[in-house]
């Protein structure tokens, strides 16, 4: 930990012209809009989730419960760190003011990489969903989703509340479709939810181990993590200081709710171990009930993918705006980056967030899932880790949410999170460390020698407060 901030630099603009600021346009209910959004449920459970059945079957529910369980702990430090420095930067904001600079464009770049590269992945899934109606290739699809979004993310962000917000509806009313019809077709009692089994090759059932479990918390924790999207509105949000906590907290709740619900029906209800490993939901759905409503879930679906672009350009274009505002690039790229339009929103980052994850859809991305997971692990490690220090010197009287068992629940997810990184498949760790390794060299030969003039994090000023 290097170069840490104190309050009254981190509270202080950069040097030089006085940054830009995001207008404060939304409150709880738009936000947990666009936040829920961003975990995106429906298309959460139809893309992400299958995934999960393929490797742990019936130990699926349980392991996404006990992420949820680790996630509170996280959405503690998101809530308390958010509230004390309420920065579009979101993540790299808190670690570099609380745990150092170094730390915290560590923590920007892994965030980055997963706001990068996963909303083309799950655009491309829309292709599979719009079957009903028309067939697309994916690559098409992807591309097509990821310039909507795009288009979407240049308007007003309240506007784009209330489009999210109509898009999550259908959405979570395709997951309760599938939730009562799971549930109504039970195959199996509720014990099957401990006894982990899934289909091996030839079809006969084959037990899930505790380490298979541990192995799969890294995508169950990105199952939920959109939550930290509350952060990243934060200088948006209309009385910070209030208004994240309830966000970052009010989504995990209702997207937890969301997304296990239907995962323990379809767990229960899927006609035998090959159908829920194989982990064809729209197959499973129109066998429960018919045609027609296969196919309405599957449109919705379709709207949730759109819905979750929209909102992950949102965000992202955020978090490339606020490293241009402290100085992360050459000055050329950081005027480009700040520029915001006449709906008050970043249009160059949104541009340059968008218009490349339409390109990514056409490239082969294997490893995401894995790459992913680790980031993510990775990321909610350091943020944790500046939640244990976010209580000393000039920070410790600074007004903000703080969280119960302080300083417990950090100490215990850095302990956690450490352990589950240990689990993770070796090829994915090297690609996460060697993306943090060119970022460290970034660091060494570019910011941290012009550290007078670069990668200055600015907190803009709350009137609110």
Known sequence: MTETLSAPQALAPATGPTPQKLKRSIGVVGGTLLTLSCVTPASTLFVVVPDLFATLGTYTALTIAIGSLLCIGVAFCYSELGTLIPSAGGEYAMVSTMAGRLAGWLVFVLSLLVVMIVPPVIAMGTADYLAPIVHIPAPLAGAGVMLLATLA???????????????????????????????????????????????????????????????????????????????????????????????????????????????????????????????????????????????????????????????????????????????????????????????????????????????????????LYGVTGVSVTAMYLLVAVAALLCRRGAHKDVPAWRMPLWPAVPVLLIVVLAYILTQQETQYLLWTGGITAAATLYWALYLRPRRATRWLVSIPEDAQA
Not at 281 to 288: C, F, G
Not at 312 to 320: F, K, W
Request: glycine share 10%; with cysteine; charged share 10%.
């Open 153 to 367: 993310g240049l308007l007003d962000l309240r506007a784009n509340a209330w489009i999210t917000g109509i898009f999550l509806v259908l959405e979570v009313i395709a997951a309760g479709v599938v939730a009562v019809l799971g549930f109504a077709h039970s195959e199996r009692g509720a014990s099957a939810l401990v006894h982990g089994s899934v289909a091996g090759d030839s079809g006969a059932p084959s037990t899930v181990t505790a380490m298979m479990v541990i192995s799969g918390l890294a995508i169950a924790l990105f199952i939920t993590q959109g939550f930290s999207t509350a952060v990243y509105l934060s200088e948006e949000l209309e009385h910070p200081r209030r208004n994240v906590a309830r966000t970052v907290l009010a989504t995990l709740a209702i997207s937890t709710a969301v997304i296990l619900l239907p995962v323990v029906a379809i767990t229960v209800g899927a006609p035998d171990l090959a159908a829920l490993t194989s982990g064809n939901l729209s197959e499973m759905v129109t066998a429960w009930s018919n045609s027609a409503v296969g196919t309405f879930v599957s449109l919705c679906v379709a709207l949730a993918i759109i819905n979750a672009g929209i909102v992950m350009v949102i965000q992202n274009s955020r978090v490339l705006f606020a490293s241009a505002r402290d100085k992360a690039w050459p000055e050329p790229v950081n005027r480009g980056l700040s520029r915001l339009g006449r709906f008050g929103s970043p249009w160059v980052a949104t541009l340059l967030v968008g218009v490349p994850g339409a390109g990514l859809c056409f490239v082969k991305l294997d490893t």
